[in-house]
């Protein structure tokens, strides 16, 4: 029994015991009968290298996506707890297909639920946080030297003693916390080899990383980079978990994401971008105190992460302008008609022609002319600034959607991310 | 908690509380969202009426066969325990959308899987049997006054912790293991109006029974009728539940299934029919004892449920004739080659044209004259009879296939069951 909230860096990792693996492989890598078989293998190859293998998948292709359309076809409004009785179904059958296609290559495999595995979560259906994990039959079954399958995106709360669902990036959370709870290392494996300095489908010579710190993979994810999910980043970060990002169909070495303190640091590792933020302009809202922590406090209690905030005081009243991922335009919402019914009512618009660029690296906290040297080449490009955020080692542009190939182009090459040798990008700063 | 194995005559039923019904609703009753709305209706109603409702449902329309495609694609021979965890998401995936339904409503619902029901089962996969139900959620629940959705066809053992499935009927005996646990009334809905006295499609005047004891429908489950399954019928039985078969799509009555003793018993109740009947004829058989028993032996192990057995002594070697359900060719087969290992080897040939007409009726006990009338009348339609088994209250002959519906007409007509006037068939004997 391990506590997993808050992870925090004051938690002690147990030591990593090398023999044991937690492998992750997303919807697309169980998508069919062959890609099935082929996951099995894999996990069957690591076993046989004589690790104590544990994997975790996610429902087969799109069929999270069909069991939603099917909610929806019954319900306008889909009950959160039936919802998560529904959704946690996809998992359970790729993992019990995985395990079957194992016992076929020789080997003994046993699926677990997410209950059985004693993933314990707090009881909010569809968004569910892990709470702690109770491995007790994953355990049993690894020294009786079976691969242990444990569906993911999912668990159930103590509380209500129902299912839960984890929300978007479910199972990457799933694994890692697996993976600290079993004292294990992590492989994440989808259909990219690995964490690139950018897009390689907008960015050509774009270059794989052999490794990046923590912080900066919580910053590219919270950016745009989708190989690895943010709350997987900031679970295996609070508990010291080194993840492995790799490709399902080759063998090569991915990204290893790792706690790399007393490393040489890179000024900017990675460019990130995303197209698929809208922006949310609010004009009108009283400017007294307390106003936006109301209209933040409605839009977090909808379970909406917000990215970009810009506040601007015009007369007695403030305009608000914040990005949220296109998929949580309708919460968002829902949230800022309840702030309206305490604050009064505020004008909102809605602009969705915006796309966001963003440079991040782990060096930048001591040299401040990155930010000077970003702006400079989009406006070398042509490229209009909308909206600027940053972070210690992360500065986020919003821009024009259709501007973002180029931007994301120019910012590659104006950090010199392309090179081939040695050494790490930025270097010449 | 109540033990529900082995169920006998000699288990007092508890008293039946008018007001709990278990309802349960077929693959083709859930079959898409509309007519999931139109259960969810259903259950509402009865709640409305002010009873205390359990749903069961089984999967949606072909969901299990789907699944056990998916399997079949992935694995040549599935894993037993890895195909439950598989084929029992169907189940759930209803449920939960019924729930859902049933929230729209505006009444509260609360699914439950068949583990959560507290419904444990022998830990045999594939083909559990049901051992005792704790429905300690199920109470809690009605007692907060919503309805529960329990999925069938689904338990788990104690002794493995493991997700079970109950196979063919197990959504029937699911429901109605519910409502003896539950001192409840069973509803057992489907897409036929109730038990006929033979199949209305064969014959046009066929006649819907108001009741019927639990030894006949017994026997018509097990010659054919497709209305109960016999599982359910032998657990309603040893239970004294009250089944009430019915029409998902009407409000009239249907026809009830219960202890009918002491009233008059009619010597013909029905006619019933099967056309998937495989006759296995085997030659050689070495004649000596325990030979059958161990040919017998083997089937059972394989779960097989023979129906009708001849032997013939022929010289030193016996011929053995004996007839299973299409569907379970495969695992008679199995068991044949293991026979075999043991008593050595014997001719064996399968025999795919023959189906199998039956009449049954409590009251044929005290008649000896209704064999005889049903060759005569067989004879006279010109068809041939293969192999003949009775039992106390029924008597069935395996024919020709193609012979099966003039079979049906002729006797019902021979046994006057088409009769629309209040006397019960047969009383003419």
Known sequence: M?????????????????????????????????????????????????????????????????????????????????????????????????????????????????????????????????????????????????IVLVAGFQGFSRDTMDVTTLGRGGTDATAVALAAALGASCEIYSDVPGVFTADPRIVPDARKLPEISYEEMLEMAASGAKVLMLRAVELARGHSVPVHARSTFSDEEGTWVRDTAGMEQPIVSAVTHAEDEILFHLRGVPDRPGAAATIFDAVAAEHVNVDTILQNVVGNAAEVSFSVPEDDVRATRRALERAQETLGAFETEEISDLGKVSIVGAGMRSHPGVAARMFRTLADEGINIRLISTSPIKISCLISRAAVPAAVRALHAAFDLGATDTHRAGDSE
């Open 2 to 146: 391990r506590d997993l909230t808050p992870p925090s860096d004051t938690h002690a990792a147990p030591a990593a015991q090398t023999d044991t693996v937690v492998m992750k492989f997303g919807g697309s890598s169980v998508a069919d009968p062959d890609k099935i078989r082929h996951v099995a293998r894999r996990l069957v190859e690591a076993r046989e290298r004589g690790a104590r293998v544990v994997g975790t998948v996610s429902a087969m292709g799109h069929t999270t996506d069909t069991l939603l359309e099917l909610a929806a076809s019954v319900s306008p409004n889909p009950h959160p707890r039936e919802l998560d009785m529904l959704l946690s179904t996809g998992e359970r059958i790729a993992c019990a297909l995985v395990a079957m296609a194992i016992h076929d290559l020789g080997h003994e495999a046993v699926s677990f639920t997410g209950s059985q595995a004693g993933i314990i979560t707090d009881p909010v259906h569809t968004k569910a946080k892990i709470r702690e994990i109770t491995p007790v039959r994953v355990l049993d079954a690894l020294d009786r030297g079976k």
